[in-house]
């Protein structure tokens, strides 16, 4: 468990941080992303260092490190921000699941329905449940503050066919990350699940070691894969792709009340911005891959309940097989069925 990994290196850390506070008079906040700077995920940080930098009034400096500058892969760098070497990372549910398992409750498929469902549901009470969890499980040194999102929905995309219902995916082989529940997933829908790197996988598609994945379109274009060959997109939106933003505990219980404020609204405002990202990015980027003759497809209603009913036993095995998956599931399903109602109460009252 992290705990026993961790433990000796974060209280020197946070002995070591404080006394340099104290001597600077100010706070400084490392934070880094290992993407690039037309990412999501870099729009977010822009956005949290201005509004930190400013309510502050110049407090507290935030530096932007994108790549892997400070950290190379999720274990690497959450092992940072518990030593307190890294103050700030953001991770895909796949990069922290070999610390905090429970995070894959977010690939999950079918569960949320839309955006102002997703948004809804990971801007209240189900994200403070899991910060809670990975505080627990990291003896108070991984703080998660907000999630947000980085690339909009998983679909399924293919170089072979278009798939329109369950039985399209049959003999497919799907690229997965090594995590066992996407892995589960495409076994589910009657595909072969095969894990390859994702600097791999361009080539992949051109040499049919894989024929299909599990991505969002502006992933899909910013890579290029048309060009390798994927020319078929099915929008079933499986999963919500849920960007899980941590920071060191002893950097943030470090701060004053005040400063804790802005850095949690800084974190508010990081959210809001990779919400709204996606949106605009896939635009154009949908607009592309049609425009180079791609398939892409809606499924009917009726189709869209064949897949959520296909993929119905991944429930399961992850509450069996996941550690405290049946606690954090019990949460997302709960969050979900508060945000269904809330949100249709609100469509409602506006069609009046």
């Not at 839309?114 to 809804?120: G, N, P, S, T």
């Amino acid at each position: 468990m992290i705990k026993t990994t961790i433990k000796t290196l974060a209280v020197a850390a946070l002995v070591a941080g404080s006394a340099v506070m104290v001597s600077a008079q100010e706070y400084k906040i490392r934070a880094t992303a290992n993407s690039n700077t037309n990412d999501e995920d870099y729009d977010g940080l822009v956005v949290f260092k201005n509004y930190v930098e400013a309510s502050s009034n110049g407090a507290i400096a935030v530096e932007l490190f994108i790549g892997t500058q400070l950290c190379s892969n999720g274990a690497e760098c959450l092992q940072g921000v518990a030593d307190g070497s890294i103050d700030v990372y953001i991770s895909t549910s796949g990069g922290a699941a070999g610390i905090f398992p429970y995070v894959q409750v977010l690939d999950l498929p079918y569960l949320m329905a839309d955006d102002r469902i997703a948004e809804h549901v990971l801007s209240g009470d189900f994200t403070r449940t899991m910060r809670e969890m990975a505080l627990e499980d990291s003896d108070n040194m991984i703080r998660l503050m907000t999630i947000g999102n980085t690339g909009g929905w998983r679909n399924f995309a293919n170089t072979k066919r278009r798939v329109a219902e369950p039985n399209d995916m049959d003999g497919l082989k799907i690229r997965t990350v090594v995590a066992d529940l996407p892995q589960e997933l495409v076994k589910a829908l009657g595909a072969s699940p095969t894990p390859i790197p994702w600097p791999e996988l361009f080539t992949s598609f051109q040499t049919g070691v894989v024929e299909g994945s599990k991505n969002g379109i502006t992933d899909i274009m910013g890579m290029k894969f048309p060009d390798a060959g994927l020319q078929y997109v099915t929008l079933d939106g499986h999963a919500y792709m849920g960007a899980l933003w941590w920071m060191s505990n002893a950097k943030f219980m470090s701060m004053p009340e005040d400063m804790r404020r802005v850095v949690v609204d800084g974190f508010y405002a990081l959210q809001q911005a990779t919400f709204a990202s996606p949106k605009r990015k896939s635009i154009q980027a949908y607009e592309d891959f049609v425009a180079g003759g791609g398939d892409l497809y809606v499924p009917t209603p009726e189709q869209k309940a064949a897949f959520t009913e296909a993929a119905a036993p991944v429930y399961d095995w992850f509450k069996i097989n996941v550690a405290r998956g049946p606690e954090i599931f019990d949460a997302l399903t709960t969050a979900v069925a508060v945000a269904d109602t809330d949100v249709n109460a609100a469509r409602d009252a506006d069609l009046k």
